[in-house]
């Protein structure tokens, strides 16, 4: 791929991803293949002011060799160092950058009473810090290539040619080319949501609905004071940022524990470095009561009882299946690309910033909380969307049609 695109990108990255502000510290998340990139970021950053950046490599080969080795004594053991480094985080509220790259298959066979136990213990360790940072700081989380990415997701290429052509991909997707500015291309687009928030918002919907031929039908409640959101953020500061490069959902946070019926999953999910595929998840009273999965149900299980919110829904997103990632034709394994291209739910945390004055609250994560956001360990988004998708809104009774055939029902 040409220098001067990757150099555009990861301004991007920097300027409109995470925003990086003068005499802010920048904390990147990358894996060790990535250094060349890395180094354009971090450059992208400091051109910005950042006052420092800060990168914290990471190995999946060396993950899972750990996840094989060590005990699950150790493997729960939190040092105290991972803990000071997120009180440091909720103290210095520094941009942080996440560069995927994993292999979709990286953690394949490793235990999964492992790999729960220890992401459970240090989630638990750092929550009142990660808490401490929600809606104060910036945060993206874009993607970069691997070799074994690649050859996950177009098989037929030669190494070489499968970096590339998911190079091409990625590029498309977030709207960078030689010709373009992607900055006022994604000034355009997040002004493209506004439209169809303040439509939904004006909605006021008490409750939304899912049904589709392959068997999802579920109906879902919804908080008064939630709002739909879409594209980009604002922190309490005051800084416009975007979580996801690239993006093309519009979302809000449920009613926890307020579910029933059945979803099933259109596409496969990659989580923690494994696969889950043609899958379902039956609701009632709110949580996740029954499920399968034709592949990754040991997973699937170790997910959703991974805490007592890790059973119910944390997001609704509202994608239309004109979405140019969905129109390229191409199963990304990864669910930054393929939430992005369809409907999706979200089992685990919901999110404060889709209640309507969240930050002027005293106590974001508490009062959000007790209106109805989810609290969990985990957030994981599932694809649903399909090309006979009928979401249905309803007010003191009234239906809405929402969604018709898996796109808008409704111009706006």
């Known amino acids: 791929m040409k220098k001067t695109l990757l150099k555009k990108y990861a301004h991007l990255i920097a300027k409109v991803g995470a ?32 006052k420092l950046v800060q990168v914290e490599w990471t190995s999946q080969p060396l993950q899972k060799m750990a996840f094989h080795y060590q005990s699950l004594e150790t493997l729960s053991d939190v040092p105290k160092w991972k803990v000071e480094k997120m009180k440091w985080m909720a103290q210095m509220l520094p941009c942080r950058i996440v560069l995927l790259s994993e292999d979709p298959d990286g953690l394949k066979n490793v235990d999964t009473q492992k790999l729960q136990i220890a992401s459970l213990m240090l989630r638990k360790k750092t929550k009142k810090y990660r808490d401490a940072m929600e809606s104060k700081h910036q945060w993206t989380i874009a993607a970069v290539p691997s070799v074994l990415w690649a050859k996950k997701v177009f098989p037929q290429l030669s190494k070489k040619q499968a970096v590339e052509s998911l190079w091409e991909a990625i590029l498309k997707t977030v709207r960078v080319s030689e010709t373009n500015s992607p900055e006022k291309e994604w000034k355009a687009h997040n002004e493209s949501f506004q439209k169809r928030c303040q439509w939904l918002n004006a909605q006021h919907f008490d409750s939304i609905s899912y049904k589709s031929a392959n068997g999802t039908d579920c109906s879902v409640e919804l908080i008064p004071q939630a709002k739909w959101c879409g594209g980009g953020e604002i922190t309490q500061q005051g800084v416009y940022f975007n979580p996801n490069l690239p993006t093309e959902e519009i979302f809000t946070s449920p009613m926890a524990g307020k579910a029933e019926g059945t979803f099933v999953i259109t596409k496969p999910l990659s989580y923690q470095g494994q696969i889950i595929e043609d899958f379902w998840i039956r609701f009632e009273n709110g949580k996740a009561v029954e499920w399968d999965a034709k592949q990754g149900k040991e997973l699937l299980t170790t997910m959703l009882t991974m805490d007592k919110g890790a059973s119910m829904l944390g997001e609704l997103a509202l994608v239309p299946k004109e979405s140019p990632i969905n129109q390229s034709g191409i199963l990304f394994y990864e669910t930054l690309f393929d939430e992005n ?8 945390m919901g999110f404060n910033d889709c209640i309507e004055g969240f930050l002027d609250m005293e106590n974001p994560t508490k009062e959000c909380r007790e209106l109805g956001i989810n609290d969990s360990l985990i957030h994981v988004d599932m694809m649903i969307g399909s090309d006979d998708l009928t979401i249905t809104g309803y007010k003191k009774g009234k239906a809405v049609p929402i969604f018709k055939n898996g796109t808008w029902a409704n111009k706006v």
């Not at 802010?24 to 950042?50: N, P, T």
Request: hydrophobic letters at 50%; a negative charge.
């Open 341 to 348: 291209a369809c409907c999706h739910i979200a089992v685990g």
């Open 19 to 50: 925003n990086v502000q003068k005499d802010q510290a920048v904390v990147i998340y990358a894996d060790v293949e990535q250094a060349s990139f890395v180094e354009m970021v971090s450059k992208a950053c400091y051109e910005l002011g950042a």
